[in-house]
Nanobody, 122 residues
Framework: QVQLVESGGGLVQAGDSLRLSCAASGRRLSSYAMGWFRQAPGKEREFVAHISWSGGRTYYADSVKGRFTVSRDNAKDTVYLQMNSLKPEDTASYYC???????????????WGQGTQVTVSS
């Protein structure tokens, strides 16, 4: 069983940056692809970014491409999401999860963390 804990969220102004972390325990992450998702109040959970087990392949939602960067440190069992040029529409709870399926939808991920809140004021 893998436990994931997200951290690094907060309240920032538009244009600011944040770096989220997703730390794992219970199992090494080095064999797993990982994903970041977000969910705003009243909306469905949406894909943000995906990184392969090696870090060699990454995928991003169009809405964050060019502003967000996903990375990982397998020695530390930690995945990161660097978020730059934040916009008010980025406001959401952000979750990390282990990739266990074949696409980039929430159903293809498991072992979700509890989430970290990101609020971007205009």
């Amino acid at each position: 069983q893998v436990q994931l804990v997200e951290s690094g969220g907060g309240l920032v102004q538009a244009g600011d940056s944040l770096r989220l972390s997703c730390a794992a325990s219970g199992r090494r992450l080095s064999s797993y692809a990982m994903g970041w998702f977000r969910q705003a109040p009243g909306k469905e959970r949406e894909f943000v970014a995906h990184i392969s087990w090696s870090g060699g392949r990454t995928y991003y939602a169009d809405s964050v491409k060019g502003r967000f960067t996903v990375s990982r440190d397998n020695a530390k069992d930690t995945v990161y999401l660097q978020m730059n040029s934040l916009k008010p529409e980025d406001t959401a709870s952000y979750y990390c999860a282990v990739g266990t399926g074949s696409d980039l939808t929430p159903r293809s991920y498991s072992y979700w963390g509890q989430g970290t809140q990101v609020t971007v004021s205009s």
